[in-house]
């Protein structure tokens, strides 16, 4: 076949140092594209690997991230009926959803360094059958001290699918697909938070909170048995490949068989509590640190909407049944609906853009932009919620207001965590740990003090506070676009991002020149 060569329109540069502008006589020297990262001929390099075997194995992560969060949210439906049959108050009935949200983002500081030494697949398949085994524990518990403890494990299996996904995706896709793909995460994440509890309050009515549990159960044996097939090892070490080498100098094309081994991710040279030094150190880095809070206070503010709408909803004057609650977030799910283009294409067509405009060099920060819209509608619609109810209006307030914060939620999220990714790409993995822990934290600080704070300020009052807080986060936005390149110059004097070499055709450490052109066959 002929091969199709691909035109360099853009290369991507997050090291400061690196001009603005780049020698540009390629673009016009050659008719080839410079793929970022650049791809080696290795047919089992994860960039080279058909669609199906790509979106055959990050659809079914994904899936698992809406069960993750599906997981998370299951109970906030079910608080007044989980706290009369184990005779205790709301408040203690809220912490199987609190504890549940808190372990989701610690138990990623075992699960990514895990990840690093022994690969992605062995973790996913791992955390499934834990995901599983803990819902059939919660399915059977008869005290709550045993269903807290079987919620806490059930949110350290889950959060095995969230801070491994956007490595998932470095391993997988190319700079200019990933704004899409990291949305199809955020969607995943949101659809959790949004349906789980619609789904959830259906079956907690008709046959009892138990049954939410029997559902996942069922569901992550499920996606376990499917992953099995569906789920290749991605961990590829790209920094030692010459992408010169022609493709008779790689193995052949691994087959079906092979890639069920579990044990070929594994790496003898990376250790897990090195890792975990690395996750720590990166709290000092300001753009990871203001990620965390941006998207904590989104998350947070969610479960915020939910733990109140099931405390309001059901007691007079509305007087709903658990099942109609939960039709209540189908309102954020569709706000998260809308988020889908302007928080993932839209933001991949402004940032291939400000690179053109750029001379052809790529920043992160060119996906920032694309924040404005969903950073001005999201708190609107917390503070629409906060005063339809403290003002016990008709539901079709408090619904758009969901609907807003669903559609911030989806979309900030995603354009945060991708500029987080594409500053710190080597270290996507240990980067995002260090945001969801910090999302996580601060959702179960809401979580825990959100009826105490609204008793003690009055609801009016208190979402008003939460929306003045999210503001001010957000507007941090400013300094990260305009100095966010120092920024991360500073912090690649110190900590894990000092001693992490990155090819310049994904960072810009190397001279336009020593890309190598791609070629492949069609």
């Excluded at 080498?245 to 090195?274: H, W």
């Excluded at 936005?477 to 991360?488: D, L, S, T």
């Amino acid at each position: 076949m002929k091969p199709t060569m691909h035109h360099p329109d853009h290369v991507e540069s997050s090291d400061p140092d690196t001009p603005d502008t780049a020698d540009q006589s390629q673009h016009t020297s050659s008719n080839c594209e410079i793929l970022i990262p650049q791809p080696s001929h290795d047919p089992n390099d994860p960039l080279n690997w058909s669609s199906l075997e790509k979106y055959s194995t990050y659809l079914t992560v994904c899936f698992f991230v809406v069960l993750a969060t599906f997981n998370a949210s299951n109970f906030t439906v079910a608080i007044l009926p989980l706290s009369e049959e184990f005779n205790t108050s709301t408040t203690r009935a809220g912490y199987l959803v609190c504890f549940n949200v808190l372990w989701l983002g610690v138990g990623n500081l075992f699960w990514v360094p895990l990840m690093r030494v022994i690969g992605k697949r062995p973790v996913y398949l791992a955390a499934l059958l834990l995901l599983m085994g803990s819902n059939v524990w919660s399915f059977e518990a008869h005290s709550y001290g045993s269903l807290l403890a079987s919620r806490i494990i059930s949110g350290f299996a889950a959060s095995a699918s969230d801070a491994t996904v956007p490595a998932l995706v470095a391993d997988l896709f190319f700079v200019h697909e990933r704004g899409h793909c990291m949305m199809m995460f955020h969607m995943s994440l949101s659809s959790g938070f949004f349906v789980g509890p619609l789904i959830c309050a259906w079956v907690a009515q008709e046959a009892g909170w138990r049954w939410t549990c029997g559902l996942l159960a069922i569901a992550s044996g499920g996606t376990f048995a499917a992953g099995v097939f569906t789920i290749h090892e991605t961990s590829y070490t790209r920094e030692k490949v010459d992408v010169g080498l022609p493709r008779d100098a790689y193995a052949p094309k691994r087959s079906f068989v092979q890639e069920l081994s579990i044990l070929r991710g594994y790496n003898a040279e990376q250790s897990f509590f090195g890792t975990l030094v690395r996750i720590i150190s990166m709290v000092a880095y300001p753009p990871i640190l203001w990620t965390g809070l941006t998207v904590g206070t989104f998350v947070g503010w969610n479960i915020v909407v939910q733990l109140t709408s099931s405390q309001t909803f059901t007691q007079p004057p509305y007087n709903w049944q658990v099942g109609l609650l939960g039709c209540l977030s189908l309102a954020g799910f569709i706000g998260a609906l809308f988020a889908f283009f302007i928080g993932g294409k839209l933001i991949d067509i402004i940032a291939s853009r400000m690179t053109k405009a750029n001379g052809g060099l790529r920043q992160p920060e060119f996906r920032l932009p694309a924040i404005v819209v969903p950073a001005v509608i999201g708190p609107m619609g917390i503070l629409i919620f906060g005063l339809c109810v403290a003002h016990q209006t008709t539901w079709v307030g408090p619904a758009f207001g969901y609907a807003m914060q669903g559609f911030g939620l989806t979309a900030v999220s995603n354009v945060v965590v991708t500029y987080a990714v594409d500053g710190y790409q080597p270290l996507a993995g240990e980067a995002l740990v260090v945001v969801f822990v910090i999302r996580n934290s601060l959702g179960t600080i809401l979580a825990l003090y959100t009826i105490t704070w609204q008793m003690a300020t009055g609801q009016q009052n208190a979402f008003g506070e939460m929306v003045g807080i999210q503001y001010f986060i957000i507007l941090l936005v400013i300094p990260m676009y305009f100095y966010g390149k120092r920024i991360r110059a500073w912090t690649a004097t110190f900590g894990p991002a000092k001693n992490t070499r990155v090819p310049k055709a994904v960072e810009g450490n190397r001279s336009l020149g020593e890309v190598t052109e791609k070629s492949s066959e069609k």
